[in-house]
């Protein structure tokens, strides 16, 4: 099985401001390690809303508070980690088949999501049991 480790890494992105503010410039392909197809945003949420609560077979996802915090607790079957982000120029890069429980969102959290998917529901693993058994097959 493979380590977390190796499945999630935290991304820190230059801040290219100057006198007149900050700028942090984020590309696929580069900052990025997939080509964006898709772009989504939580916000709105509070402190006891838990989003996410699935893996996805093909997805792979950045996610970047932009705004606020919010913490993330991915789970690879094997072990789990929580990470909080908490500045904008931090992402959280989840390869796919990765369990990822978004939550703790503060009033101003704004969570951007980066995927190299575009939508599709039959890639999603919504049920924790049935994710395990495929993960330690």
């Not at 992105?13 to 942090?24: A, H, I, M, S, T």
């Not at 996802?61 to 904008?88: A, C, Q, Y």
């Not at 959290?109 to 999603?124: G, R, T």
């Amino acid at each position: 099985m493979v380590k977390l480790e190796e499945q999630i890494q935290i991304l820190d992105f230059p801040d290219l401001g100057d006198e007149r503010g900050n700028l942090v410039v984020v590309e696929g392909g580069s900052a990025i390690p997939f080509d964006i197809q898709r772009i989504f945003y939580i916000y709105g949420s509070d402190d006891e809303v838990i989003r996410g609560k699935h893996a996805n077979l093909k997805s792979e996802f950045v996610m970047i508070n932009v705004s606020g915090t919010s913490k993330v607790k991915v789970d690879n079957g094997l072990e789990s980690r929580i990470i909080e982000l908490d500045r904008p120029r931090m992402g959280l890069y989840l390869k796919s088949m990765v369990w990822k429980e978004m939550y703790d969102f503060s009033p101003d959290s704004v969570l951007l999501v980066l995927s190299n998917e575009h939508y599709n529901p039959e890639e999603y693993i919504r049920n924790y049991d049935d994710y395990l058994k495929m993960v330690r097959k």
